[in-house]
Each structure stands twice: as C-alpha cells, then as structure tokens.
C-alpha cells in the first residue's frame, strides 16, 4: 500500500471521510467508482471535510489536490487498519465479497461511526438464488452486520459510465462509433430504455448520507427515469451539434459485438433484459422511479441533472 500527498508525520485529522476506488473492469461487481469518487471528493472538501482516498493504481490520477491519496484495493486483505485512523465515515465502493468482512472489522475496530455503501440497482433479486452465489446482497449483508451505522446506495446506470465502460449497454462503444462514423447501433433501438442518474447526482447523494444521520439504516434507490436509446443519441447530437443515424441491432447481434469486446456472458444477459423489461413495461417502471422516497431530489435539495446536461458537459468525448 503506497501513500501520496500526505507525509506521515502529519497529525492524524479528525472527521476525515474516506472514499474507496477499484480501476473499472468488465467482471462482476463493477460500476464507476473512480468517476463518481472525484465528483464525491470535490462536494466534500467543498464543506469543509478532510477527504482520504484509497485507490487502486489505475485510479490514482485526476484527485482534487487536498485530498490524501492512498494507493491500495478495497478488494485485497488490508494487513492493519491504519487507513482508518481518524476516519468517521467511509464511502464503501468496489468492495468483494470474499474481502469485506475483514475489511468491515477493521473499520469497527479504528472507529468508523458511518458505512454509506454504493451497492447494484436489484440486489433483492438475489435472495432467490442460494447464498452463496450472492454478490451485491452479500456485501450489503455484511455491512448491515458489522456493527457500525450504515446506508446503502442503489443506483442506476450512471451517465458518466460511457466514459469509464463499466456497463455494456449504457454506451461505451458510442464514442468510438459517433466520431468515426456519426452512427449508433443499439439493440431495441425502437424501444429500448434504461434508467440513468449523472454522477455528480449519485455524489451528492452519497455526500448527503456520508454527513447526516437522516439517511441511517436506509436503502436509497438512487434511480434516475428511464430514458430510452433515441432520446440519449439526440442530446448528444444535439451537444455535438451534428445528426447521428442510429441502426437498429437484433440481440443476437449486440451479445456478438459485446462478447468481442470482452463483456462476460452474465453482464451481456442482464443488460438485454433490462433494456427490454424497460421498454415493456416503461409506464410500470416509470412510475416506481418517481414514488421512491426520499427522492433523489429531496436528498440532494436541487432538481437531478438531466442527459442533456451531461452531453453538453460531454460533448468533446463525440466530437
């Protein structure tokens, strides 16, 4: 475990709050955490708190200078618990199951108050399934029994995860396609919808959890309304200030195109369902989304950003 930014024989701050980091890859498990760690980084240190990172070494770059960098994995055994020193609340992201326990009773141990947890939109669908073969409910599980306060996030697709790739059916290959070609081939092109919320949104919902008590032994669907294919391609091109022709792709063939980009076969099957069972029943889902309580709205005291925001804010990415 390496150390930047900080020398050692500083005094340990009081009321730090330590955000965790693991690089984006195509395993289970995975979701932008590095993305949604700066814009997280940023909204604290902004109110004051003293920030601690620890990061995988592919996620080292990019951090707001104030914070105290730590180079390391959430997902590997800690051999003692100093990153916790002085810690009174930890954004839990990118943990594993086989390591958080151990993990969790270090943080108990130095004294963490508060665990905010950023966990998977529909891990109760895994109390069906033998324990064993849990993972999101395994490490909320194991959270919920550590012995220390704790909120656990559940977000949807997060806008920003075209950038880091960590979902095979929010956009990743758009970049490449919309520069080189001005096109989008998606399958359920017709009607084909996903939920998403913008990073800096799921930050501050984080934020807000990391700082309160009003969020304590809460599950937070931090879910933002479905939006489908069509209407994420036009405010891009919209951004762009460009037309993009959009092809429309049978399953079978968006499952080759991910499979050759590396997508294991669980991830690929998720995400097909979930673009379907959102286009079929849009209305139903819909209608979930806006009478979830407390609104991501209500959390974070401003409106949630929108698809237009973040391709404005994106707009270089396409062009």
Known sequence: ??????????????????????APSKDEGNSPTGLVGRHLAQQLLAAGDP???????AECSGWPNDVHLVTGSIRQPLAFGGIFAGVDAM???????ATVEPTLALARDAGVRRIVLLSSHGPE??????????????????V??????????????????????????????????????????????NNGHYPFIHEDDLAAVAAAA???DRCTGSILEAVGLPLSTRSRV??????????????????AESRAVWQRNGWPEGAIDVRLYALQEYGARL?????WTLTQRPSVAEIIGRPPRTYDDWAVENADLFR
Not at 234 to 251: C, K, L
Not at 283 to 287: D, K, M, S, W, Y
């Open 51 to 57: 920030v601690r990172v620890l990061a995988e070494p």
């Open 125 to 142: 669908y895994e109390q069906w399934n033998p324990p064993e073969t849990w993972y999101w409910l395994a490490i909320e599980r194991a």
């Open 144 to 189: 919920e029994r550590c012995g220390i306060a704790w909120t656990h996030i559940r977000p949807s697709a997060v806008m920003g995860s075209v950038i880091s790739g960590t979902y095979p059916a929010t956009g990743s290959d758009w970049p490449d396609s919309i520069r080189a070609e001005g096109t989008v081939r998606e399958a359920f092109w």
């Open 210 to 212: 990391m700082r309160t």
């Open 91 to 97: 954004f839990l992201a990118g943990a594993h199951p």
């Open 1 to 22: 475990m390496g150390v930047s930014r900080s020398p050692q024989s500083l005094p340990i701050p009081e009321g730090v709050k330590l955000l965790t980091v693991v």
């Open 283 to 287: 209305a139903e889902l819909t209608e």
């Open 234 to 251: 036009r405010s891009i091109a919209d951004a762009i200030g460009r037309d993009i022709r959009g092809i429309d792709m049978t399953a």
